[in-house]
């Protein structure tokens, strides 16, 4: 089937078949290999991006049912320019082997638009096998003070 998806302020048209997961046609129809892979299962959170500025799980959203304009990390910067969450994990050392570092900031990005309460609940579905949670608390906190929703 063909579908049309707006990646990052691009138009893409793609033909896939039904049951191509949006996280599948990202990487391998289009190269955009910020979301991972991690568990293909939605449970470990390194596949999210943003469909109309919601988090979602790439792995499990089926790429025909996309509507809505399609953000992944990559799409965060502007130029050379970091987003404020991005400039944030650097900040505070947010990441350490950086597998899960794509779909954290992708959450990170959405708890600090929606100004979240609790930051650990809503960042509780990204898993971080290295155990940076502190820094990534500490990250998405320095992000909502300098009002980082761009």
């Known amino acids: 089937m063909d579908i049309s998806l707006q990646?990052?302020?691009r138009a893409e048209e793609?033909?896939?078949?039904?049951?191509?997961?949006?996280?599948d046609a990202l990487r391998e129809r289009l190269s955009i290999t910020g979301p991972k892979k991690?568990?293909?299962r939605g449970q470990c959170g390194a596949c999210t991006v943003h469909v109309d500025g919601r988090p979602v799980l790439s792995c499990l959203t089926l790429a025909?049912?996309?509507?809505?304009?399609v953000t992944t990390v990559e799409g965060l910067s502007?130029?050379?320019?970091?987003?404020?969450v991005q400039q944030a994990f650097l900040d505070q050392d947010a990441f350490q082997c950086g597998f899960c570092t794509p779909g954290q900031?992708?959450?990170a990005v959405?708890?600090?638009?929606?100004?979240?309460?609790?930051v650990r609940e809503f960042?509780?579905?990204?898993?971080?096998?290295?155990?940076?949670?502190?820094?990534?608390?500490?990250?998405?906190?320095q992000a909502r003070r300098t009002d980082a929703t761009v």
Do not use: K
């Open 64 to 69: 025909a049912t996309v509507r809505g304009p």
């Open 7 to 9: 990646v990052n302020g």
């Open 123 to 141: 960042m509780s579905g990204n898993i971080c096998r290295c155990s940076a949670y502190p820094n990534i608390v500490a990250a998405v906190e």
């Open 14 to 23: 793609l033909s896939v078949e039904p049951g191509v997961t949006l996280l």
């Open 38 to 40: 991690g568990c293909d």
């Open 105 to 107: 900031l992708m959450s």
């Open 78 to 84: 502007d130029g050379d320019r970091l987003h404020p």
């Open 110 to 118: 959405a708890a600090v638009a929606q100004d979240v309460d609790d």
